[in-house]
């Protein structure tokens, strides 16, 4: 019988929990050769954010910065600073960091089931459908 989506999740977020940080590429190997195995790979994206939720539920919040450049580490602290203010309670927080240029400038932070944009694109995004709405 295949495993749920969530409880796939939870097994592997549990051991995440405890695992040495010398041992986390044998463990995303281990995970990438089931997927591939059990052709469940399309669930990736889905079985992190799943991974993401368990371990922020558990105190651990992790966070996903994308910018259109490199930024400077002080850019990155106050990026976990504002997240430890806005979630008092979590024990730690990882953030990340992503390029991409299509977001023009700015930053967007990513979570589980969050998202905080801020970038250019999703202000120019709102701007043109702004007046797209007013000239119908």
Do not use: C, W
Not at 79 to 108: F, M, N, T
């Amino acid at each position: 019988m295949k495993a749920s989506r969530h409880s796939l999740a939870e097994a592997i977020a549990e051991r995440t929990l405890k695992l040495d940080a010398r041992d986390s590429g044998k463990l995303a190997q281990e995970i990438a050769a089931y997927l591939i195995a059990e052709h469940r790979t399309v669930e990736l994206e889905s079985i992190l954010r799943d991974i993401m939720q368990y371990r922020s539920d558990r105190g651990v919040l992790e966070a996903e910065m994308v910018t259109a450049y490199d930024v400077e580490d002080l850019v990155l602290q106050d990026v976990k600073q504002l997240l430890r203010a806005s979630y008092p309670d979590v024990k730690a927080v990882h953030v990340g960091k992503r390029l991409d240029r299509s977001v023009i400038g700015g930053l967007r932070i990513d979570m589980a089931n969050q998202q905080l944009d801020m970038t250019v694109k999703a202000k120019l995004t709102t701007f043109k459908h702004l007046t797209a709405g007013e000239n119908s």
